[in-house]
């Protein structure tokens, strides 16, 4: 960039100032927030996370430092949305990991699922008895959400998440995919999606739409990202 191009000492100042601004934003309304899904933290996340790039920007071009802030982004993670505007039919994909931490556990949980449905002492050979064989019981006996929600009960610690909704003109017909369940996916059908990682501080960002000329994520529907 040319000494004429570069922005002013005056312009990365306020750009400063905006980033402290929109911190103290933030925090009032995380402190202030009237549920999970408050939207007045979605928007003050927003605003942080353009404020923060830019004065990154300004930085950068005034005197080539660069700051240590990272704003979560979905840069190349979806291409464009090219399924239907009113979709018909829709499929959640859904992918969970978690690290099997406390076998023990694990296999004491799926041990007293086999004793209630004995109605006494499982035998000496049930599956219970080996984690190959407790992770079948129990996520047979319980919903995946629910195993969420009790991980910890499980010997379980839970790693990344993801949750795609992807379009669809017409719902799929019974067993059409159920040998390869993900294999179809077509990532311009996305919706939207939602992710949870370590990288993001433990925090869950909303991933769906087209990027605006900020760099920030736009829902598909709601023409705005989300973080909670």
């Not at 979605?42 to 942080?48: D, S």
């Not at 035998?123 to 129990?138: C, E, I, M």
């Not at 047979?140 to 379009?167: C, M, N, Q, Y």
Request: charged residues 30%; hydrophobic residues 35%.
């Amino acid at each position: 960039m040319s000494d004429a191009a570069q922005p002013t000492v005056a312009e990365v100042r306020a750009a400063a100032e905006a980033v402290k601004a929109a911190l103290d934003r933030h925090l009032a309304a995380v402190e202030s927030r009237s549920g999970e899904d408050d939207p007045a933290v979605y928007e003050a996340f927003n605003e942080l996370a353009v404020a923060a790039e830019e004065y990154d920007e300004l930085l950068y071009d005034r005197y080539d430092e660069v700051t240590p802030f990272e704003i979560p982004g979905a840069e190349d993670a979806l291409p464009p949305y090219v399924g239907p505007e009113e979709p018909n039919a829709l499929s959640v994909l859904i992918r969970r990991d978690y690290a099997v931490v406390e076998p023990q556990r694990l296999m004491a949980q799926a041990q007293r699922v086999e004793a209630a449905e004995a109605d006494g002492t499982p035998p000496a050979d049930s599956p219970g008895r080996t984690v190959h064989g407790a992770l079948g019981v129990l996520f047979g006996e319980f919903e995946p959400d629910e195993i969420a929600s009790r991980h910890k009960e499980f010997g379980l610690e839970e790693g990344d998440s993801t949750l795609w909704v992807t379009a669809a003109e017409e719902p799929a017909d019974p067993g059409e995919w159920l040998e390869a369940p993900f294999d179809q996916t077509d990532p311009q059908r996305v919706v939207c999606r939602f992710d949870v990682s370590s990288v993001f501080d433990d925090d869950e960002y909303l991933t769906g739409g087209d990027e605006d000329d900020e760099g920030v994520v736009e829902d598909a529907d709601e023409g705005g990202a989300g973080h909670r």
